[in-house]
T-cell receptor
Framework: GQQVMQIPQYQHVQEGEDFTTYCNSS?????IQWYKQRPGGHPVFLIQLVKSGEVKKQKRLTFQFGEAKKNSSLHITATQTTDVGTYFCAGRGNTGKLIFGQGTTLQVKP | DAEITQSPRHKITETGRQVTLACHQT?????MFWYRQDLGHGLRLIHYSYGVQDTNKGEVSDGYSVSRSNTEDLPLTLESAASSQTSVYFC????????????FGPGTRLTVL
């Protein structure tokens, strides 16, 4: 069945450093969503990518969807302590169901 | 404001007991989902529903059941709780198109002793 793999599982950075998490699907996706879960909280929707090669920005966050629509990335420039949390990608394939990656937990040292 | 709530927020139970976790949404969404979250596994889909009287199994449905008698509620029942079902459970809802985001509830932390 469809699988969505996300790496790395954990990342520790110094405040001000950049951070990237990568998401890879075993099948072509119709769209991909990204969610953020703060410690002790619940996942909250950040953004959706639909088009091949699409790039979207939200302040210091840059989201990319691969040309083949099988991979995606989230890049945070100059991390801040408020960026701490777990970032999930979720891909929608031909089943129509949203499949979540395992998540990347980001720790930021002040 | 529309919201999605879960109860209880924390539950401790014993092996073999039946447990029901409640999920209630006021978004008027047709789609509702139950996930469990465990370290290293992310969010895994247990059951989902696309409308009243519709229920479907997800990737980790063994030992769980759901019923959908109205739009607002999708209770999750553990028929005979097992220690392997200790986890954090999230309910979510969404609109009906494939471009809709999911809105998550605050979660229920379940411990099975």
């Amino acid at each position: 069945g469809q699988q969505v793999m996300q790496i790395p599982q954990y990342q520790h950075v110094q405040e001000g450093e950049d951070f990237t998490t990568y998401c890879n699907s075993s099948t072509t996706l119709s769209n991909i969503q990204w969610y953020k879960q703060r410690p002790g909280g619940h996942p909250v929707f950040l953004i959706q990518l639909v088009k091949s090669g699409e790039v979207k920005k939200q302040k210091r966050l840059t989201f990319q969807f691969g040309e083949a629509k099988k991979n995606s990335s989230l890049h945070i420039t100059a991390t801040q302590t408020t960026d701490v949390g777990t970032y999930f990608c979720a891909g929608r394939g031909n089943t129509g169901k949203l499949i979540f990656g395992q998540g990347t937990t980001l720790q930021v040292k002040p | 404001d529309a919201e999605i709530t879960q109860s209880p927020r924390h539950k401790i139970t014993e092996t073999g007991r039946q447990v029901t976790l409640a999920c209630h949404q006021t978004w008027n969404h047709n789609n509702m989902f139950w996930y469990r979250q465990d370290l290293g596994h992310g969010l895994r889909l247990i059951h989902y529903s696309y409308g009243v009287q519709d229920t479907n199994k997800g990737e980790v449905s063994d030992g769980y059941s759901v019923s959908r008698s109205n739009t607002e509620d999708l209770p999750l029942t553990l028929e005979s709780a097992a220690s392997s079902q200790t986890s954090v459970y999230f309910c979510a809802s969404s609109g009906t198109t494939s471009y809709n985001e999911q809105f998550f509830g605050p979660g229920t932390r379940l411990t099975v002793l």
